[in-house]
């Protein structure tokens, strides 16, 4: 997700929705602020991912099915050879432009949906609002289990909590 700040910068976030049959639905993120100065990476680098994929790891403390989207940077040469030095990870690939079946897209709208008044804002105000919105998610994991109950994919989730 990019979230656009006042003047030339923008936040960039990447947070994958982590879940294990029989625990809670959880979510962590990376965010990147990018002030817009010349030379600057505009998005997440290949690195980012990695980081955050490591960071998911010792999150649910097991392997790891990843399932990404196709963009550029989760098929790169680079992050493909990132994910092959790792033997606890598998990929899967969507098809393209089915964003539908992606639970990310579903919490990019939800975020958005909450910041669309505070695009105006400057950037490191931003970038607390949309990381403060990020934490609080983990506590809805009624709402996490729902996007990934929305994309129709068959996903072993843990039962409702009464």
């Keep these: 997700m ?14 994958p929705i982590a879940m294990r049959p029989g625990s809670r639905t959880r979510r962590c993120h990376r965010l990147r602020c990018h002030t817009g100065r010349k030379g ?20 649910v403390k097991s392997p790891i099915v990843l399932v990404w989207d ?22 899967f690939t969507l098809p393209a ?20 008044s505070l695009a105006g804002v400057a950037l490191d105000r931003l970038a607390a609002l949309v990381r403060n919105r990020l934490e609080r998610l983990p ?10 109950a929305g994309t129709g994919l068959a996903i072993g989730l843990p039962p409702p909590s009464p």
């Design 139 to 148: 506590y809805r994991p009624d709402v996490l289990d729902g996007f990934l």
């Design 97 to 116: 432009y089915a964003p539908e079946l992606n639970a990310g897209e579903y919490v990019w709208a939800h975020m958005k949906h909450n910041l669309a």
């Design 2 to 15: 990019k979230v656009n700040g006042r003047g030339s910068g923008r936040v960039s976030v990447a947070g």
């Design 40 to 59: 600057e990476r505009r998005s997440l680098s290949e690195r980012d991912y990695s980081a955050l994929v490591d960071g998911v790891h010792q999150l």
């Design 70 to 91: 196709r963009l550029n940077t989760h098929v790169s040469h680079k992050m493909r050879d990132l994910i092959d030095a790792r033997s606890r990870q598998t990929v």
